[in-house]
């Protein structure tokens, strides 16, 4: 569960304290932040587990908190190739004459499904661009990579290559080349387009062996894949592979599939292209929709 105060944003001092010191009190409870939006998480053993923590709070430190499942770390990535973008950052003063300058020209294409971003300089001549004015070409164009154009997600999965660029010798800064390298990204990526990709998690289950057949429909149901069964005595072994949207109510479905007797693990594996019938709502979800306004993306 995401846990929050009332019209607070963030977690807020009061809150963290009192939910640590539930956690201290119960060992079954975890406490950590999302990543993605700054909020508390609070793991327990089920549903009923957490909502007796949240009134614990409640009745121990006068905390009335609100609670929602952790929001999804969407991606995206470039859904096609583009070259030869331009990025240009031009400031004059009142005269008209320039004051500031910075131009950059790259060509993105898209890499395999969250794969490491990478910034290749292919720019062979230094009389076109000197090499210190680079690393900030590079340093923009992560910069722009923070927000994606479709739904303000973080980009990823991304191939830059520097071609080329132009400076001013009396007025070309790193600073000028930072700001020209991140609208030569944005402008690739929106003339390319984003698609979003969801979190995978690898889990492994421990179940009674006459609850099997429930627990694999459950995991079948929800989008999963099982890799791998195994059997011993009473007792059978599922792994399996999941979209992390769906496995965030997992832990409730296990117990009600078993009676309270199923344990499971999960861990990060790999992302994949969210199925087009939940892009809409992956967009509404969004945490992000305020930079993207601000970023003029």
């Known amino acids: 569960w995401q846990v929050v105060r009332p019209g607070v944003e963030e977690p807020d001092r009061e809150l963290?304290?009192?939910?640590?010191?539930?956690?201290?009190?119960?060992?079954?409870?975890?406490?950590?932040?999302?990543?993605?939006?700054?909020?508390?998480?609070?793991?327990?053993?089920?549903?009923?587990?957490?909502?007796?923590?949240?009134?614990?709070?409640?009745?121990r430190y006068g905390l009335r908190v609100l609670t929602d499942l952790p929001q999804v770390g969407y991606r995206e990535m470039p859904s096609a190739a583009v070259t030869d973008?331009?990025?240009?950052?031009?400031?004059?003063?009142?005269?008209?004459?320039?004051?500031?300058?910075?131009?950059?020209?790259?060509?993105?294409r898209p890499m395999k499904a969250g794969g490491e971003t990478r910034f290749?300089?292919?720019?062979?001549?230094?009389?076109?661009?000197?090499?210190?004015?680079?690393?900030?070409?590079?340093?923009?164009?992560?910069?722009?990579?923070?927000?994606?154009?479709?739904?303000?997600?973080?980009v990823i999965g991304v191939d830059v290559r520097l071609r080329g660029g132009q400076y001013d010798i009396f007025q070309s800064t790193d600073e000028h080349f930072r700001l020209a390298g991140e609208k030569a990204l944005r402008t690739a990526l929106r003339r390319s387009g984003t698609r979003l990709l969801e979190p995978w998690w690898k889990i492994e289950v421990s179940v009674p062996s006459a609850d099997v057949g429930q627990v694999l429909s459950d995991i079948a149901s929800h989008?999963?894949?099982?890799?791998?069964?195994?059997?011993?005595?009473?007792?059978?072994?599922?792994?399996?592979?999941?979209p992390y949207r769906e496995l965030r109510t997992f832990g409730s479905r296990l117990q009600e599939h078993t009676g309270g007797r199923g344990r499971f693990t999960a861990g990060e594996s790999h992302y994949e292209p969210v199925p087009e019938h939940l892009v809409k709502q992956a967009i509404a979800d969004s945490p992000f929709q305020g930079d993207l306004v601000r970023g003029g993306k």
């Not at 201290?24 to 609070?42: F, I, K, V, W």
């Open 85 to 108: 973008v331009s990025g240009v950052h031009r400031r004059e003063d009142g005269d008209g004459l320039v004051e500031e300058f910075g131009a950059c020209s790259i060509d993105v």
């Open 223 to 242: 989008r999963g894949r099982v890799i791998g069964l195994q059997t011993e005595h009473a007792t059978a072994t599922i792994t399996a592979l999941g």
């Open 16 to 59: 963290k304290q009192a939910l640590e010191k539930l956690v201290s009190t119960d060992m079954a409870l975890r406490l950590h932040p999302d990543a993605s939006s700054g909020r508390l998480l609070l793991a327990g053993t089920s549903e009923g587990h957490l909502a007796l923590s949240v009134e614990r709070l409640r009745d």
């Open 120 to 154: 290749i300089d292919e720019v062979e001549d230094a009389e076109d661009l000197p090499p210190d004015f680079r690393p900030a070409i590079d340093e923009g164009v992560r910069n722009a990579m923070r927000h994606g154009p479709t739904a303000g997600y973080p």
